[in-house]
């Protein structure tokens, strides 16, 4: 099989390495990590920025072999493919309502996500790599990991573990294995309203 080209990544504007280095392989090493890189995985996650510091992200993780196994099982077929070399899974859930209030808090979702981003670049820092995928049930999430559904959105699942060989894995998702391109910036930020305003 024909490797494909790979056009390098190239900032439009100054930015950290990091951002540019992060990116989300599927084959990875079967090599446990760290107690110290486990706690600054969500050291990171801790200090991200949320609605009246509200905190609402929890990550449910599981490095110990039966829990990855019963993780696993919570993965789609396609995803359990390749995750199941990840020495760490982990689902984001995102808690519904404000604690000081109880009310609906709509920026949950958004503060959940800025907690996984700041996971996956301290996991690039450490030297790992971070897969988030949204391919999973989340009613087996609140079903066999006792998850209160009423209090907790499941919102993704996460596999984190140090670049491995992408022989390992089947040849359709071995030709994809590589850092993917992004969108012109002109796409993604507009000075000014939306339009015609």
């Known amino acids: ?4 080209v790979v056009e390098p990544r190239r900032a439009e504007a100054p930015v ?8 989300s392989p599927r084959a990875f090493r079967d090599e446990p990590l760290s107690e110290t890189e486990v706690a600054g995985l969500f050291e990171a996650a801790r200090w991200a920025p949320s609605c009246y510091n509200d905190q609402p992200w929890l990550f449910l993780y ?4 039966e829990d990855r ?28 309502a404000f604690r000081h209030n109880g009310r609906v808090n709509r920026h949950a979702l958004f503060d959940a996500g800025a907690a996984w981003m700041s ?3 301290q996991a ?15 009613e087996k999430v609140y079903a066999d990991l006792g998850v209160p559904e009423a209090e907790y959105d499941a919102i993704a699942a996460v596999a984190v ?28 930020a507009r000075e000014g309203a939306f339009a015609g305003a």
């Open 124 to 138: 690039r820092r450490l030297g790992l790599y971070a897969h988030g995928m949204a391919g999973f049930s989340p």
């Open 16 to 23: 950290d390495e990091l951002f540019i280095e992060r990116w």
């Open 161 to 188: 573990g140090r670049l491995g060989d992408p022989g390992t894995l089947p040849e359709n998702l071995a030709a994809m294995e590589h850092p993917n391109q992004r969108k012109p910036s002109v796409e993604v």
């Open 119 to 121: 996971l996956a670049l």
């Open 62 to 65: 599981a490095r110990a072999p």
């Open 69 to 96: 196994a019963r993780f696993l099982q919570i993965l789609t077929e396609g995803n359990r493919v390749w995750a199941s070399r990840a020495p760490l899974l982990a689902f984001v859930l995102a808690r519904r």
């Open 1 to 4: 099989m024909a490797k494909p």
